[in-house]
């Protein structure tokens, strides 16, 4: 798995290169809107991976709270952390391309609400991660995470019902998809997903190697360096142990 | 079962007792949202038929900021004297103690609801112009809603540093579709606008699925190590 990973970014790398490409370059420029449409390539593809990895989060977090598998937290943390940026490029691209084509920066539309409550949601989740450094952090973070998701359908609803009484913009879409454009968006797709994952796997690693440290640190401080020399296969061993 | 209600009556009256004898918390609630009324119509004005839409807002605004003054001391007291150990290591039901909490904050809650509803409608001169007895089922609802969250999250701050702005961050996001339950129900009942009943409904879901979430994750929370 260790080996994996370099080349892995590689191709995600090209991946990226590839799609950008064809969201630059090869797809047409969409008639209506003009070029920041293409921000679609962009936008749609943060969201998704945004959205996969809150439900990565929140299986490790049930997962966390069933075993007290600490490869669980470590996975959740990573996952919520690189979740928030990709949302939050998702709610920054957003109003970007909604000013020219809608005429505003912002609408509270189902889908625009419901991302930005997930957003603090998260937010809040990595806050408390942030203030609480005591062993129970994770429980409680695992906690937040399944109150989160069990608010999110009720904030979908709530929104549903109150903006459907009230003009909204309507959203660009109708008329035939360009083969070109969809093909863009499917690379692009692809591209997110994996460039997500790797950052995720990345911060994950450094996740578990950070805890590696402070375990052997508190060790060390425990036992004192003669007491860790002596102690060196249970001491240093977890520093030197591979990322998995 | 018969224990469980047993020890939360004691939990609760124990809590009520104090609180009467006090009167710290709704002190400080009730002058902390006489100060919200009094600023928010000093910045906003309206009329009659303004004051109708906002009223809802302004309303659940206040009480949820105040709320949150009760909510931060509901663990307090039982820190001092390591009450909350002692707690952990009796054979208790953990949901008894959570529940005696939630129902006591509840009740101050609604206690402040009732001393500052007539204030409300004296500053802003409310008049219903839908059917008001439905504000009840509301006010009840929305406020079990704000508390049964609160005194979860107020445990589950109170292993944190800085536990008081903790609560806040970690409640009104989750309330958020309650807020909105509780803001547009009492608008809709206050300008006559149609029926608040998605939004009652709203409210119960909400109420029935977080009360249920509590009940399963309390004893996590409270024995966490």
Not at chain 1, 131 to 159: E, M, N, W
Not at chain 1, 205 to 214: I, K
Not at chain 2, 113 to 135: C, D, S, T
Not at chain 2, 142 to 160: D, E
Request: hydrophobic share 55%; proline share 5%; net charge positive.
């Amino acid at each position: 798995m260790k080996r994996a990973f370099p080349i892995l970014s590689v191709l995600t790398a090209i991946l990226l290169i590839y799609g950008l490409y064809q969201a630059l370059v090869v797809a047409p420029t969409e008639r209506t809107m003009g070029d920041v449409q293409r921000i679609f390539y962009y936008h749609v593809p943060s969201a998704w991976t945004a959205f996969c990895l809150f439900f990565v989060n929140l299986i490790a977090s049930v997962v966390y709270l069933a075993r007290k598998n600490l490869k669980a937290d470590a996975l959740a943390v990573a996952s919520a952390e690189v979740g928030v940026v990709f949302c939050t490029i998702v709610l920054v691209t957003g109003p970007i391309w909604a000013r020219p084509v809608w005429g505003i920066w912002w609408t509270w539309d189902v889908r625009l609400t419901t991302t930005l409550v997930l957003w603090l949601i998260y937010v809040s989740y990595l806050v408390l991660r942030r203030f609480s450094d005591s062993a129970q952090t994770p429980v409680l973070a695992a906690v937040l995470a399944i109150f989160g998701a069990l608010d999110v359908p009720l904030v979908y609803f709530s929104i549903w019902f109150f903006r459907t009484q009230h003009p909204q913009p309507v959203m660009g879409k109708g008329g035939s998809l360009d083969p070109r454009m969809l093909h863009a968006f499917l690379v692009n797709l692809l591209a997110f997903s994996c460039f997500g994952a790797m950052v995720c796997w990345a911060r994950y690693r450094l996740e578990r190697l950070r805890r590696d440290v402070e375990e052997a640190e508190a060790l060390e401080s425990l036992l004192g360096p003669e007491g860790l020399s002596s102690q060196t296969s249970k001491g240093r061993a977890p520093l030197n142990r591979g990322p998995q | 079962m018969s224990s469980l209600w047993t020890i939360t009556l004691a939990t609760l009256t124990k809590d009520i007792r104090l609180e009467w004898r006090s009167k710290d918390s709704l002190n400080a609630m009730l002058f902390f949202s006489l100060l919200v009324v009094v600023i928010f119509s000093f910045s906003f004005d309206p009329t009659a038929e303004e004051s109708r839409q906002i009223a809802g807002g302004l309303v659940w605004v206040a009480f949820l900021f105040a709320s949150v003054v009760a909510l931060n001391q509901t663990w307090a007291r039982e820190l001092r004297n390591q009450v909350l150990d002692a707690y952990r290591v009796s054979p208790a039901p953990a949901n008894s103690l959570f529940l005696a909490k939630a129902l006591g904050n509840f009740i101050l809650v609604t206690v402040l609801e009732a001393l500052m509803a007539p204030l409300f409608i004296v500053f802003y001169n409310l008049r219903a112009l839908g059917p008001a007895w439905q504000l009840i089922p509301v006010g009840v609802l929305g406020t079990w809603a704000l508390v049964v969250n609160g005194t979860f999250f107020a445990a589950m701050s109170l292993r944190t540093r800085s536990r008081e702005i903790m609560l806040p961050l970690l409640l009104f996001p989750i309330s958020i579709p309650a807020i909105q339950g509780m803001v547009e129900s009492t608008r809709i009942l206050l300008a006559g606008d149609g029926s608040a009943r998605f939004w009652i409904v709203l409210l119960l879901t909400y109420d029935v699925v977080f009360t249920t979430a509590c009940l399963a994750l309390f004893e996590t929370v409270l024995l966490a190590e």
